[in-house]
C-alpha cells in the first residue's frame, strides 16, 4: 500500500484492520484504541485502488479475513507491516491494547506488547528479518 492510498483511507491512527463486512455490504476499517475497536466512518474510497495493486486482498474471506495494518512509527522510518489474518487475531490486539495501556500515550508495557503480537506473526507467517513483510 502506498503513502498516497493508505492517506486517502483518511484512517486517524496508524494502526487499523479491514476487512468485507456482509451486513453491512462494504469494507469496514477499525483501528484498535483504549476503548476498544473503533470503526472507521469514513468513505474508504481509495480502497478498491488498493485491491487493484494487491488482487490477493480480494480473495480475503468476507467476515473472516482481514488485512491487519501496522503503521507505527512509518513517519520515523519504520517499516510498514501487513498481514492477512483472521479477524480474531485483529481483536486479540485491540484486547490487547485495552489490557495495557497506560496514561495518554500507552506507556511502554502497552508498546512492548504490541511489538510482541507483531513478532509473533511474522514468525508464524513465516516471515525473517531483512525479508519483506506480508
Known amino acids: 500500500m502506498t503513502e498516497g492510498q493508505w492517506d486517502g483511507l483518511m484512517i486517524p491512527i496508524e494502526m487499523a484492520f479491514l476487512f468485507s463486512s456482509t451486513p453491512h455490504g462494504k469494507v469496514v476499517a477499525f483501528y484498535p484504541s483504549p476503548a476498544g475497536a473503533t470503526e472507521s466512518l469514513l468513505s474508504l474510497e481509495t480502497w478498491n485502488d488498493v485491491v487493484n495493486e494487491n488482487p490477493m486482498l480480494a480473495g480475503m474471506e468476507p467476515d ?71
Open 64 to 134: 473472516v479475513e482481514a488485512l491487519l495494518v501496522n503503521r507505527v512509527g512509518a513517519g520515523r522510518g519504520v517499516k510498514p507491516q501487513f498481514f492477512i489474518v483472521p479477524v480474531d487475531e485483529c481483536y486479540k490486539l485491540v484486547g490487547l491494547i485495552r489490557m495495557h495501556w497506560r496514561g495518554l500515550s500507552g506507556g511502554t508495557e502497552v508498546w512492548r506488547e504490541v511489538g510482541q503480537f507483531f513478532a509473533d506473526l511474522k514468525k508464524r507467517a513465516g516471515v525473517m528479518d531483512g525479508e519483506p513483510d506480508a
